[in-house]
């Protein structure tokens, strides 16, 4: 069973996954009034979160990549959990590159619907990146 910490590192912006959990079941169509007024508050915010890169064929100079919960490659894509998922994109002068030990990604933190060719949503939170470490 999974330890839910009151805050993932010494900042107080610090936030772990758990932090964008809201009620949705599996195969449910998303709307914005499922998350938590604590998540939209958070929208505006800087926030620190630490996950993994999803691995893409490019390796190095990432301006764009999705951050996931773990690196069990589970978390993007249809049946995925659309809270373990955060799209990154670094601001100018900021790049990634892929590692496969975790990231701490630092930015401010939106709600940006993705929505795939299919109509279903692929992502709903939105990082720009000041950081990637």
Same mark, same amino acid.
């Given at each position: 069973?999974?330890?839910?910490? !009151?805050?993932?590192?010494?900042? =107080?912006?610090?936030?772990? /996954?758990?932090?964008?959990?809201?009620?949705?079941?599996?195969?449910?169509?998303?709307?914005?009034?499922?998350?938590?007024?604590?998540?939209?508050?958070?929208?505006?915010?800087?926030?620190?979160?630490?996950?993994?890169?999803?691995?893409t &064929?490019?390796?190095?100079?990432?301006?764009?990549? @999705?951050?996931?919960?773990?690196?069990?490659?589970?978390? /993007?894509?249809?049946? &995925? &959990?659309?809270?373990?998922?955060?799209? @990154?994109?670094?601001?100018?002068?900021?790049? &990634?590159? /892929? =590692?496969?030990? !975790?990231?701490? @990604?630092?930015?401010k933190?939106?709600?940006?619907? @993705?929505?795939?060719?299919?109509?279903? +949503?692929?992502?709903?939170? +939105?990082?720009?990146?000041? =950081?990637?470490?």
């Amino acid at each position: 069973k999974t330890k839910v910490l !009151p805050r993932a590192g010494d900042k =107080s912006y610090d936030k772990t /996954f758990d932090d964008l959990r809201f009620a949705i079941e599996l195969g449910q169509t998303f709307q914005r009034k499922m998350l938590t007024d604590t998540i939209e508050a958070m929208a505006g915010e800087k926030i620190r979160i630490r996950g993994y890169i999803l691995p893409t &064929a490019q390796k190095r100079g990432f301006k764009q990549f @999705v951050l996931v919960r773990d690196n069990q490659e589970c978390c /993007f894509g249809p049946g &995925a &959990a659309l809270y373990d998922c955060i799209l @990154v994109e670094t601001q100018p002068g900021v790049t &990634a590159e /892929f =590692s496969v030990r !975790p990231v701490a @990604v630092e930015g401010k933190f939106d709600i940006q619907e @993705v929505i795939g060719p299919d109509g279903k +949503h692929l992502a709903i939170y +939105h990082l720009a990146a000041e =950081s990637v470490q």
